[in-house]
């Protein structure tokens, strides 16, 4: 067996955040219909647009490998998101329940912004100065989110769960 290098680790790891992206499209929706407050069910819906670009975005980094576009089951966003449906189940009508939400997408946004920090400092490590900047435009998008989910709890999200307390 051949040894693996960094490009292995890189495109092994590039799998999987693309397999992630695509089973957040999939979970935002929901999160949005669950959303109570207004300003969470914009943010959703603001990051479902956002998430299909971050898609095309890996899809050319894809082609800068010259490698077809396929994820790798990821177990870490699949956990995270079950926790979310968990939260959504769980907390249906409850006053509580967006201040859940942006726990469940902030541990989603946390996960992505690891994944798309490393690899942003793998390409440039490997010289893939395109994909390095495609990564660190979804990098900085990612960040964004997470900091407007921030001020969604702050303003809203946890002062609503904590008067109902």
């Given at each position: 067996?051949?040894?693996?290098?960094?490009?292995?680790?890189?495109?092994?790891?590039?799998?999987?955040?693309?397999?992630?992206?695509?089973?957040?499209?999939?979970?935002?929706?929901?999160?949005a219909?669950?959303?109570?407050?207004?300003?969470?069910?914009?943010?959703?819906?603001?990051?479902?647009?956002?998430?299909?670009?971050?898609?095309?975005?890996?899809?050319?980094?894809?082609?800068?490998?010259?490698?077809?576009?396929r994820?790798?089951?990821?177990?870490?966003?699949?956990?995270?998101?079950?926790?979310?449906?968990?939260?959504?189940?769980?907390?249906?009508?409850?006053?509580?329940?967006?201040?859940?939400?942006?726990?469940?997408?902030?541990?989603?946004?946390?996960?992505?912004?690891?994944r798309?920090?490393?690899?942003?400092?793998?390409?440039?490590?490997?010289?893939?100065?395109?994909?390095?900047r495609?990564?660190?435009?979804?990098?900085?998008?990612?960040?964004?989110?997470?900091?407007?989910?921030?001020?969604?709890?702050?303003?809203?999200?946890?002062?609503?769960?904590?008067?109902?307390?």
């Amino acid at each position: 067996m051949a040894e693996k290098k960094l490009d292995d680790l890189f495109l092994d790891t590039l799998k999987d955040i693309y397999y992630a992206e695509r089973k957040i499209l999939k979970a935002l929706p929901k999160m949005a219909k669950a959303a109570q407050s207004p300003e969470l069910k914009a943010a959703f819906e603001k990051h479902e647009d956002e998430t299909e670009g971050q898609v095309e975005r890996l899809q050319k980094v894809f082609e800068i490998l010259g490698k077809k576009a396929r994820g790798k089951v990821c177990p870490a966003i699949d956990g995270i998101i079950e926790e979310g449906e968990e939260i959504m189940d769980e907390f249906k009508g409850s006053p509580a329940l967006d201040a859940g939400l942006v726990s469940a997408a902030q541990a989603v946004e946390h996960y992505e912004i690891t994944r798309y920090g490393t690899l942003k400092r793998w390409a440039q490590e490997l010289g893939m100065q395109d994909a390095a900047r495609l990564l660190a435009q979804t990098l900085a998008e990612e960040s964004k989110t997470d900091e407007a989910l921030t001020g969604i709890a702050d303003a809203v999200a946890n002062q609503k769960a904590k008067k109902a307390a």
